[in-house]
């Protein structure tokens, strides 16, 4: 079981950011996907960024130009930073993680991921 973490969660007015950071063990396959989800209340939870070991980052069209994934192999750690937030993206962010997947294709598909964080919560008002 790959334990994940997040942080970095808070309150935000539209049009702030935020960095949220993920830590996670030293992952002993090295082809791997990483991704942050969000959950809004009542809805279902949707993939938001990915990248894999190569560094390749794919986003959903919704945050592109506002949100950057990152991670740093030194520190275990995978970040998102969002700016330009809008009050519609309040949610409950997770990241997650697997072996094996094609990130460009799978990073936002919930059920490929076997290994989720707990998630930390955004909230952004208007």
């Known amino acids: 079981q790959v334990q994940l973490v997040e942080s970095g969660g808070g309150s935000v007015q539209a049009g702030g950011s935020l960095r949220l950071s993920c830590a996670y063990p030293?992952?002993?396959?090295?082809?791997?996907?990483m991704g942050w989800f969000r959950q809004a209340a009542g809805k279902g939870r949707e993939g938001v960024a990915g990248i894999d070991r190569h560094g390749r980052t794919e986003y959903i069209d919704s945050v592109k130009g506002r949100f950057s994934i990152s991670q740093d192999n030194t520190k275990n750690t995978l970040y998102l930073q969002m700016n330009s937030l809008e009050p519609e993206e309040t949610a409950k962010y997770y990241c997650?993680?697997?072996?094996?997947?094609?990130?460009?294709?799978?990073?936002?598909?919930?059920?490929?991921?076997?290994?989720w964080g707990k998630g930390t919560r955004v909230t952004v008002s208007s």
């Open positions: 030293t992952l002993t396959n090295s082809n791997y996907c």
């Open positions: 997650a993680a697997d072996y094996g997947l094609d990130c460009s294709v799978q990073y936002w598909r919930v059920a490929d991921y076997q290994h």
